[in-house]
């Protein structure tokens, strides 16, 4: 499969540095990250080492047969105009927040697969990635039932190694998703803490609020997600990932625009009930941005 990564930061680079032992990948992405794979290749060092050799650029191909998707949410729409005029046969976002799937298929003319992502990754230097974790790639249709261009994909990634489900319920699985990011990406960016920081005291009581009011929002919008489920799946992803800097600790620590309208800023404008928990987070974080002018950060 011809696959073109757009957004090869972090999880970007990774993904696209273990597909490229089977398929032919193209990392879209900023200097000097691209121009040193161009030159020299990639270097994936960690959970598993080997070296690859992707093509890569600061813009999309004129074709490809799958557009990973993997920029920041607040990139999404530039990454979606940058793609218009690309052709592709399916279109896979795997990134943080809400509304990004939706954001990409208006500019589209596609299928566009929603995603999620537990693997790990740290780009630590330009043309060299760390993996820090296996996780799961989980895909299907945005809407949710079955994809024929959902399977295409999932057995593209399972042939490059990738660890993949091919899902029906994927409205669900976003909103457990985001109730995960909720619970943890905040709280660890203002505390500077590692994610296993959350396991127990304050820090797993102010994560499971947070996850709590994720739950009742999304059964606000229609979809079945009990508190005790984002909680416990919170939890689980805590304890999983307990030596992991969230992304959004990582972008705080660089002085970096965060995530955070798409993640507890989304749940806060889609409650039609008081969220406290995720309000205050947002006002925090959105505090910290203005403060440090990174809510300018491009």
Same mark, same amino acid.
Request: aromatic letters at 2%.
């Given at each position: ?38 030159? @020299? ?14 093509? @890569? ?31 592709l046969e399916a279109c896979l976002s795997v990134q943080n927040g809400m509304g ?133 799946? @919170? ?64």
């Open positions: 499969m011809d696959i073109v990564v757009v957004g090869a930061g972090s999880l970007g680079s990774l993904l696209g540095g273990l597909l490229a032992r089977e398929h032919d990948v193209t990392l879209v992405g900023r200097e000097p990250h691209v121009g040193t794979v161009r030159r @020299a290749g990639l270097d994936v060092v960690g959970t598993e080492s080997f070296h690859v050799d992707p093509a @890569a650029d600061t813009d999309p191909p004129a074709g490809a047969d799958l557009a990973l998707v993997t920029v920041k949410s607040y990139d999404t729409a530039d990454a979606a105009a940058a793609l218009a005029d690309c052709s990004n799937e939706g954001t990409l298929a208006a500019e589209l003319d596609c299928p566009v697969l929603a995603g999620t992502c537990t693997y790990g990754a740290n780009l630590v230097d330009p043309g060299r990635v760390d993996f820090t974790g296996r996780g799961e790639v989980v895909l299907g249709a945005r809407e949710g039932g079955p994809s024929a261009a959902a399977e295409d994909v999932g057995t593209a990634f399972e042939a490059a190694g990738v660890e993949t489900t091919v899902a029906t319920d994927m409205p669900t699985r976003l909103w457990e998703k985001l109730a995960v990011n909720a619970a943890i990406n905040a709280t660890t960016a203002l505390a500077r803490v590692e994610n296993g920081a959350l396991a127990d005291g304050p820090g797993r009581t102010l994560a499971a609020d947070a996850a709590r009011e994720t739950a009742r929002v999304a059964r606000e919008r229609g979809v079945d997600l009990s508190d005790d489920r984002a909680v416990s799946l @919170a939890e689980r992803v805590i304890r999983d990932t307990a030596a992991n800097r969230s992304s959004m600790l990582q972008d705080v620590e660089v002085g970096r625009r965060t995530e955070i309208a798409a993640i507890n800023g989304y749940v806060v404008d889609a409650a039609t009930t008081p969220v406290p928990v995720n309000e205050t987070l947002t006002r925090l974080v959105t505090l910290w941005e203005t403060r440090t002018g990174s809510e300018r950060e491009r």
